[in-house]
């Protein structure tokens, strides 16, 4: 994976939704999602895991015709992992994500198994990635080695709910700041990797809310995350929103990328902008920003044709 992957990617919106159900899976190419998650895991029965797990490799094109990404969430159990792994990795699969990770070893043998498939399946090498869920006092201790294990992992998440209930401690008001200290932790851990920062700075249960959810995505991309999941496709759009640069953000680095040009040009290192200095810095994040605002309005043009061809 390239050192400028987390600039290069989109990823703003991750619509879960359970694979073994044709209702919400049939419309998932419109649903204008960064990508789509097909649900192996927490939505899914026990007793129907095993037959949800055939439909998979049907799905992944069916899905990925709106110009998706097409994530599987994998059951990161002895028993399910490899198997659910080994009937998802087919042409179109843009990655896993893997929850309940604990340790540089899993991510390991995880590698180990998409490496032996990929070439099974004349899939070009390093194709799939692995998203990382943290849900444990243990895999949050271990953040940083699980992050360096592979050129894989594109990303590290915070499993709120699973999190919560692992550490005891009662989601509220209240405990929002103790709550930050892990988020901000493993927004740390993933920019010092490389790695997309993913998540809301509240629950992605809270869909009902239209207001809440959206202020919590708003907090997130303000704090430095990249995008988060939803579970309700309502959420989607309030994603792709919040965690693109706004039109005010846009027009002022613009002007920043100008008035630092005009500084360079004249032999300065720095100049003065709205009664503050700013200098390369600052001219290197307005860049950024503008270059992620393209590559977005660029990846909702794809998304957009895609659902034009695929509808018609």
Known sequence: MRTDYINEVVRRSRLIMP????????????????????????????????ATRKLIKELIPNVARGGSDVFVRVNNTSGMLNDDITASVWPGLAGFIIPKVESADEIGRIEQ?????????????????ISVLIESGRGY?????????????????????????????????DTYQGLLVARMQLLFTARAYG?????????????????????????AYRHGFLGASCIHPGNVE??????SPGVEEVERSEKIVFAMNEAIAAGK??????????????????????????RIAAFEQKKKLAREGASS
């Open 195 to 219: 790695k997309m920062p993913m998540g809301l700075l509240g629950s992605l249960a809270n869909y009902g809310d239209p207001d809440a959810f959206e202020k919590s995505a708003v907090l």
């Open 19 to 50: 694979a073994n159900a044709p209702k919400f899976t049939g419309k998932a190419f419109s649903r204008n999602a960064d990508a789509v998650v097909l649900d192996l895991e927490d939505s899914v029965p026990v007793s129907e895991k095993a």
């Open 269 to 294: 290192a720095s100049t003065s902008f709205e009664g503050k200095m700013i200098d390369y810095v600052h001219l290197d994040r307005a860049k950024q920003l503008l270059s992620r605002s393209a």
């Open 113 to 129: 198994l998409i490496v032996k498939l990929e070439k099974e399946r004349n899939i070009s090498d390093g194709t799939i990635v």
């Open 238 to 243: 309030v994603l792709n929103m919040a965690f």
């Open 141 to 173: 201790l271990n953040m940083a080695h699980i992050a360096g294990a592979s050129d894989r992992v594109d990303s590290l998440t915070l499993g709120n709910e699973d999190f919560l209930r692992e550490m005891g401690i009662t989601e509220s008001a």
